[in-house]
């Protein structure tokens, strides 16, 4: 029998550590306690839900006995209810909030210090990946292919390095945030302007990278340190007469489907040679930054046909409808079987294994 988010999540929120234990060898889905303090706040509570309901129905599917464990602000509470469950393993699918950056980390880092294994990626690749020019450097680094980029504390940090057209982006965020229509600039009086607005908005440098023109792909992995790639997924851009840069933004990515908003294609239409180049790159990012379990690479092909890793997501969406599992599919693998593959990585790892892969 699965016990879902009543006594369980009850004790951790209120930091009771008195109910019942739940039975040996169970799964306990860790996530973000609602707190619908904005809109943006509702939105990620309602697709969080969503998710981590269709990660329980998967996993119980398979035989498993789970648990809920949201996890609020009492970080001790939590640490105290984990401790009292002793699950055999932790079903990480704890994010970060609208604005938020760093406690996607800190929570992974909690899993390893009370040692059960968990899904996803370790602290060190959660964080190196949070800090879009340190994932940048460790990739530049290990011969991967990344746009030109800077980090810029103000407007007049700015100089002339990237080149136009360029894209204005928060330093450490995830999800598209902050990305919207107006985040391409095409000289350096509308990149400063941008600038200004990201380091308002999200209180936080705000990186400008070269725009890298062509088409947009995201390459789906699953596995330990060497993932297999599922099909590649590729995100079209809708006719934009104004001339506005076909661009992923955080409403394409989170809103409600519209006639201008992106959609995906899974295979995506590529000769043997590019998809292979594509999917080589991505595995290369995922070895080099050390991630574990699942992931999600962003990359774009110019008219050359270079591939540009522009962002690396370690765990990414779990939803049914999400782009992992439309790769899944298009594999010929079940929602349940993706959920699983994840799982088993989980039990692979060790405790306390954290860092960037060598070679």
């Not at 303090?37 to 269709?54: C, H």
């Not at 006995?65 to 932790?90: F, H, K, S, W």
């Not at 997501?313 to 994840?342: C, F, K, R, T």
Request: some cysteine; aromatic content about 4%.
């Amino acid at each position: 029998m699965s016990t879902t988010s009543g006594e369980s999540a009850k004790a951790v929120k209120n930091g009771n550590s008195h109910a019942p234990p739940p039975p040996k060898g169970v799964v306990a889905l860790a996530y973000a306690e609602r707190s619908p303090q904005s809109p943006a706040d509702a939105t990620f509570d309602a697709w969080l839900e969503r998710a981590v309901g269709a990660v329980e129905g998967a996993l119980r599917t398979l035989g498993r006995e789970t648990v809920r464990l949201p996890i609020g602000r009492n970080l001790a509470a939590a640490l105290d209810e984990i401790q009292r469950i002793r699950p055999r393993t932790i079903f990480n699918l704890c994010e970060n909030r609208p604005k938020e950056v760093v406690r996607e980390m800190h929570l992974s880092a909690l899993f390893d210090l009370v040692r059960i294994p968990y899904t996803g990626s370790s602290p060190l690749a959660l964080g190196l990946c949070q800090n879009k020019a340190l994932a940048k450097a460790v990739l530049r680094e290990a011969d991967v292919r990344v746009p030109i980029s800077e980090v810029v504390m103000g407007p007049s940090d700015l100089k002339a390095s990237v080149g136009s057209p360029m894209i204005v982006k928060p330093l450490a965020s995830d999800g598209s945030q902050g990305i919207n229509e107006k985040s391409v600039a095409h000289d350096i009086v509308d990149a400063r302007a941008r600038i200004a607005q990201i380091i308002e908005m999200f209180r936080q440098p705000a990186i400008v990278e070269e725009f890298i023109e062509g088409r947009e792909f995201r390459v789906g992995l699953v596995g330990g340190r060497t993932p297999r790639a599922l099909p590649i997924v590729e995100i079209l851009f809708p006719p934009r007469p104004d001339g506005t840069p076909a661009i992923l933004t955080y409403q394409d990515r989170w809103g409600p489907l519209s006639p201008g908003s992106s959609t995906t294609k899974c295979p995506a239409d590529l000769p043997v040679p590019e998809s292979d180049r594509i999917r080589r790159a991505a595995q290369r990012a995922y070895q080099a930054l050390g991630l574990s379990g699942y992931a999600g690479v962003d990359l774009r092909m110019d008219g050359r046909g270079d591939a540009y890793v522009l962002d690396v997501n370690p765990n990414p969406d779990l939803s049914p409808e999400g782009v992992l599992a439309q790769a899944a599919a298009a594999a010929n693998m079940s929602y349940p079987a993706l959920i699983a593959e994840i799982l088993e990585a989980a039990s692979d790892r060790k405790p306390l294994a954290a860092g960037v892969a060598k070679g």
